[in-house]
């Protein structure tokens, strides 16, 4: 009769080191959490964004990386909907009222995702968002080609939730007309 205890402690020990890992029905083998819209949900205030990307232009690049510190935005979320506010010199506009949904870290719908092809030129885009630090991170990533130029370009915006009235201080009172 042959011995079969050191394959059964080869087949039990990945077993009991799976097993064991588990911590009131978690285990240490984790996806990335999903956001949910109720983590979205509320006025957040842009407070700067970087821009980074390059342009192609006729063979020559031109890279660029730009930080702004800036209050001239605001999206409200709500279940399904966004809307977008920016400050103008006198006043400020709601801009759009944006629809969207979210799968995973991504925002999907038309304003946040798609392509666009027009004359030769086509336009891809993204966005994404997480939580990092108290601040909605949206991250948009932008590509644009056309026969003779093609750029590349990711916008990463840091908004700070915001718990009062609409406008904010230091917005103009009046909504434009």
């Avoid at 991250?139 to 939730?161: A, G, L, V």
Wanted: aromatic share 12%; hydrophobic share 30%.
């Amino acid at each position: 009769m042959r011995n079969y205890s050191g394959i059964a402690l080869l087949l039990i020990f990945p077993l009991l080191f799976v097993f064991g890992c588990k911590e009131k029905g978690k285990t240490t083998l984790t996806s990335p959490k999903p956001h949910e819209s109720s983590e979205l949900s509320g006025i957040w205030v842009l407070e700067k964004e970087n821009v980074i990307g390059y342009d192609i232009d006729e063979g020559e690049r031109e890279d660029w990386n730009e930080t702004n510190v800036i209050d001239e935005e605001i999206f409200q979320f709500n279940a399904t909907i966004v809307k977008w506010y920016t400050k103008e010199e006198k006043c400020y506009e709601v801009d759009d009222t944006i629809t969207y949904k979210l799968s995973g870290n991504k925002l999907i719908g038309p304003f946040w995702e798609g392509t666009d092809s027009e004359d030769g030129s086509t336009t891809t885009w993204s966005t994404s968002i997480e939580f990092k630090n108290n601040y909605l991170v949206m991250t948009r990533t932008e590509n644009t080609k056309e026969p003779d130029y093609e750029s590349h370009e990711k916008i990463i915006q840091y908004f700070k939730k915001y718990t009062g009235a609409l406008p904010p201080p230091g917005w103009p009172r009046q909504l434009c007309e």
